[in-house]
Protein backbone atom coordinates (compact mmCIF):
# COMPACT_ATOMS: atom_id res chain seq x y z
CA UNK A 1 0.00 0.00 0.00
CA UNK A 2 1.72 3.53 -0.79
CA UNK A 3 2.18 5.73 2.00
CA UNK A 4 2.92 9.41 2.56
CA UNK A 5 3.42 10.58 5.98
CA UNK A 6 4.46 14.64 6.10
CA UNK A 7 6.19 16.04 9.15
CA UNK A 8 7.92 19.05 10.52
CA UNK A 9 4.91 21.52 10.30
CA UNK A 10 4.66 23.95 12.99
CA UNK A 11 4.56 28.08 13.80
CA UNK A 12 7.26 29.74 12.50
CA UNK A 13 7.69 33.60 12.67
CA UNK A 14 7.15 36.13 10.12
CA UNK A 15 10.60 35.60 7.85
CA UNK A 16 11.63 32.40 9.53
CA UNK A 17 12.62 29.06 7.65
CA UNK A 18 11.23 25.52 8.10
CA UNK A 19 11.89 22.49 6.36
CA UNK A 20 8.60 19.87 5.51
CA UNK A 21 9.41 16.03 5.53
CA UNK A 22 7.69 13.37 3.54
CA UNK A 23 8.25 9.55 4.23
CA UNK A 24 7.03 7.62 1.43
CA UNK A 25 6.67 3.58 1.74
CA UNK A 26 4.75 0.90 -0.50
CA UNK A 27 6.67 1.68 -3.88
CA UNK A 28 9.89 2.79 -5.88
CA UNK A 29 9.98 5.99 -4.98
CA UNK A 30 13.19 6.56 -7.15
CA UNK A 31 11.24 5.89 -10.12
CA UNK A 32 8.39 8.31 -9.53
CA UNK A 33 8.64 12.56 -9.75
CA UNK A 34 7.02 13.85 -6.37
CA UNK A 35 5.23 17.04 -5.85
CA UNK A 36 4.46 19.12 -3.23
CA UNK A 37 0.85 20.81 -3.12
CA UNK A 38 -0.66 23.05 -0.62
CA UNK A 39 -3.80 24.60 0.93
CA UNK A 40 -4.25 27.80 2.88
CA UNK A 41 -7.39 28.25 5.38
CA UNK A 42 -10.52 28.93 3.13
CA UNK A 43 -8.54 28.77 -0.13
CA UNK A 44 -8.20 26.39 -2.85
CA UNK A 45 -5.27 23.96 -3.74
CA UNK A 46 -2.25 25.24 -5.35
CA UNK A 47 0.89 23.22 -6.37
CA UNK A 48 4.31 24.66 -5.12
CA UNK A 49 7.37 22.31 -6.59
CA UNK A 50 8.05 18.25 -8.13
CA UNK A 51 11.49 17.20 -8.68
CA UNK A 52 12.58 14.47 -11.30
CA UNK A 53 13.09 10.98 -9.87
CA UNK A 54 16.62 11.21 -9.68
CA UNK A 55 16.33 14.41 -8.30
CA UNK A 56 18.36 15.77 -11.22
CA UNK A 57 15.68 18.83 -12.08
CA UNK A 58 13.56 20.52 -9.89
CA UNK A 59 10.10 23.04 -10.80
CA UNK A 60 8.20 25.48 -9.01
CA UNK A 61 5.34 28.06 -8.99
CA UNK A 62 6.60 30.94 -10.29
CA UNK A 63 5.83 32.79 -7.51
CA UNK A 64 7.68 30.76 -4.97
CA UNK A 65 11.28 30.72 -6.65
CA UNK A 66 14.09 31.50 -4.85
CA UNK A 67 12.37 31.02 -1.49
CA UNK A 68 11.40 27.55 -1.28
CA UNK A 69 13.57 24.48 -2.22
CA UNK A 70 12.74 21.26 -3.22
CA UNK A 71 14.81 18.38 -2.61
CA UNK A 72 15.15 14.02 -2.23
CA UNK A 73 16.40 11.20 -0.51
CA UNK A 74 15.98 7.92 -2.50
CA UNK A 75 18.21 6.07 -0.04
CA UNK A 76 15.67 7.24 2.51
CA UNK A 77 12.16 7.38 0.52
CA UNK A 78 12.09 10.53 1.52
CA UNK A 79 10.98 13.88 0.08
CA UNK A 80 11.71 17.32 1.56
CA UNK A 81 10.85 21.15 1.19
CA UNK A 82 12.91 24.00 3.03
CA UNK A 83 11.11 27.25 2.87
CA UNK A 84 12.60 30.43 3.43
CA UNK A 85 11.77 34.19 4.67
CA UNK A 86 8.23 32.70 4.76
CA UNK A 87 5.36 35.42 4.82
CA UNK A 88 1.73 34.49 6.42
CA UNK A 89 0.41 34.04 3.13
CA UNK A 90 2.36 30.67 3.29
CA UNK A 91 0.37 29.50 5.87
CA UNK A 92 -1.46 26.09 4.53
CA UNK A 93 -1.83 22.72 4.72
CA UNK A 94 1.13 21.08 2.98
CA UNK A 95 0.66 17.62 0.78
CA UNK A 96 3.46 15.55 -0.52
CA UNK A 97 1.76 13.47 -3.63
CA UNK A 98 3.19 11.22 -6.09
CA UNK A 99 3.22 13.21 -9.29
CA UNK A 100 2.47 10.89 -12.68
CA UNK A 101 1.21 14.17 -14.19
CA UNK A 102 -2.25 13.81 -11.89
CA UNK A 103 -1.79 13.21 -8.22
CA UNK A 104 -2.27 9.95 -7.84
CA UNK A 105 -1.13 9.10 -3.79
CA UNK A 106 -1.29 11.98 -1.60
CA UNK A 107 -0.27 12.18 2.07
CA UNK A 108 -2.68 13.84 4.79
CA UNK A 109 -0.57 16.92 4.87
CA UNK A 110 1.51 19.09 7.91
CA UNK A 111 0.20 22.38 8.86
CA UNK A 112 2.51 25.34 8.47
CA UNK A 113 1.33 28.60 10.23
CA UNK A 114 3.39 32.17 9.88
CA UNK A 115 2.46 34.06 12.07
CA UNK A 116 4.38 36.31 15.08
CA UNK B 1 -0.80 30.36 -17.32
CA UNK B 2 -4.00 28.28 -17.70
CA UNK B 3 -6.79 29.02 -15.51
CA UNK B 4 -9.25 26.53 -14.58
CA UNK B 5 -12.88 28.02 -13.49
CA UNK B 6 -15.17 25.64 -11.64
CA UNK B 7 -18.96 26.09 -11.48
CA UNK B 8 -20.88 25.92 -9.37
CA UNK B 9 -19.33 27.05 -6.37
CA UNK B 10 -21.24 25.46 -4.29
CA UNK B 11 -23.77 22.53 -5.02
CA UNK B 12 -26.67 21.44 -2.55
CA UNK B 13 -28.15 18.53 -2.81
CA UNK B 14 -29.76 15.39 -1.18
CA UNK B 15 -28.91 11.94 -1.08
CA UNK B 16 -29.59 10.06 -4.26
CA UNK B 17 -29.44 12.93 -6.23
CA UNK B 18 -27.43 13.65 -9.72
CA UNK B 19 -24.15 16.12 -9.52
CA UNK B 20 -23.07 17.78 -12.18
CA UNK B 21 -19.78 19.56 -11.80
CA UNK B 22 -18.22 21.96 -14.32
CA UNK B 23 -14.63 22.81 -14.93
CA UNK B 24 -13.74 24.99 -17.92
CA UNK B 25 -10.38 25.96 -19.29
CA UNK B 26 -8.82 29.44 -20.25
CA UNK B 27 -7.44 27.58 -23.36
CA UNK B 28 -7.18 24.12 -24.48
CA UNK B 29 -5.78 20.81 -22.44
CA UNK B 30 -6.44 18.51 -24.47
CA UNK B 31 -7.75 16.14 -22.12
CA UNK B 32 -5.01 16.49 -19.56
CA UNK B 33 -7.37 17.10 -16.88
CA UNK B 34 -7.93 15.15 -13.38
CA UNK B 35 -10.61 15.43 -10.86
CA UNK B 36 -9.96 14.89 -6.99
CA UNK B 37 -12.38 14.49 -3.93
CA UNK B 38 -10.86 16.75 -0.71
CA UNK B 39 -12.12 16.32 3.06
CA UNK B 40 -10.88 18.03 5.44
CA UNK B 41 -8.05 16.61 7.51
CA UNK B 42 -7.83 13.65 4.81
CA UNK B 43 -5.45 12.99 1.58
CA UNK B 44 -7.10 14.44 -1.38
CA UNK B 45 -8.44 11.16 -3.74
CA UNK B 46 -7.80 11.51 -7.02
CA UNK B 47 -10.85 10.43 -8.56
CA UNK B 48 -10.39 10.60 -12.70
CA UNK B 49 -7.21 11.14 -14.66
CA UNK B 50 -7.21 11.89 -18.37
CA UNK B 51 -10.63 13.57 -18.21
CA UNK B 52 -12.54 10.10 -18.55
CA UNK B 53 -10.41 7.47 -16.69
CA UNK B 54 -11.68 6.38 -12.99
CA UNK B 55 -8.72 5.73 -10.85
CA UNK B 56 -8.54 2.58 -8.94
CA UNK B 57 -11.22 1.85 -6.38
CA UNK B 58 -13.21 4.75 -7.52
CA UNK B 59 -17.04 3.39 -7.42
CA UNK B 60 -18.91 3.32 -10.55
CA UNK B 61 -21.12 6.30 -9.54
CA UNK B 62 -18.58 8.79 -10.69
CA UNK B 63 -17.75 9.68 -13.92
CA UNK B 64 -15.64 12.42 -15.97
CA UNK B 65 -16.04 13.72 -19.48
CA UNK B 66 -15.06 16.36 -22.06
CA UNK B 67 -11.97 17.87 -23.70
CA UNK B 68 -9.95 20.70 -24.68
CA UNK B 69 -12.00 23.10 -22.37
CA UNK B 70 -15.16 21.78 -21.09
CA UNK B 71 -15.11 19.38 -18.69
CA UNK B 72 -17.73 17.64 -16.45
CA UNK B 73 -17.47 15.39 -13.25
CA UNK B 74 -21.14 13.25 -12.93
CA UNK B 75 -21.66 11.50 -9.43
CA UNK B 76 -25.07 9.53 -10.56
CA UNK B 77 -26.24 9.19 -7.40
CA UNK B 78 -24.91 10.99 -4.51
CA UNK B 79 -24.21 9.10 -1.55
CA UNK B 80 -23.62 10.54 2.33
CA UNK B 81 -19.77 9.99 2.32
CA UNK B 82 -19.65 12.06 -1.58
CA UNK B 83 -20.67 15.43 0.21
CA UNK B 84 -16.76 17.21 0.03
CA UNK B 85 -14.69 19.81 -1.96
CA UNK B 86 -14.10 18.54 -5.50
CA UNK B 87 -10.83 20.31 -7.55
CA UNK B 88 -9.95 19.69 -11.13
CA UNK B 89 -6.17 19.88 -12.36
CA UNK B 90 -4.48 20.12 -15.78
CA UNK B 91 -0.80 19.74 -16.59
CA UNK B 92 -1.08 20.46 -19.89
CA UNK B 93 0.54 23.63 -19.04
CA UNK B 94 2.70 23.74 -15.86
CA UNK B 95 -0.01 22.72 -13.12
CA UNK B 96 -3.20 24.55 -12.15
CA UNK B 97 -5.94 23.76 -9.99
CA UNK B 98 -9.98 25.06 -10.26
CA UNK B 99 -11.28 27.09 -7.16
CA UNK B 100 -12.64 24.09 -6.18
CA UNK B 101 -16.57 23.15 -5.83
CA UNK B 102 -18.40 22.50 -2.79
CA UNK B 103 -21.07 19.68 -2.17
CA UNK B 104 -23.54 20.34 0.09
CA UNK B 105 -26.52 18.77 2.03
Known amino acids: EVQLVESGGGLVQPGGSLRLSCAAS????????MSWVRQAPGKGLEWVAN????????YYVDSLKGRFTISRDNAKNSLYLEMNSLRAEDTAVYHC?????????WGQGTLVTVSS | EIVLTQSPATLSLSPGERATLSCRASQSVSSNLAWYQYKPGQAPRLLIFDASNRATGIPARFSGSGSGTDFTLTISSVEPEDFAVYYCQQRSNWCSFGQGTKLDI
Open chain 1, 97 to 105: ARDVTHFDH
Open chain 1, 51 to 58: IKPDGSEE
Open chain 1, 26 to 33: GFTFSSYY
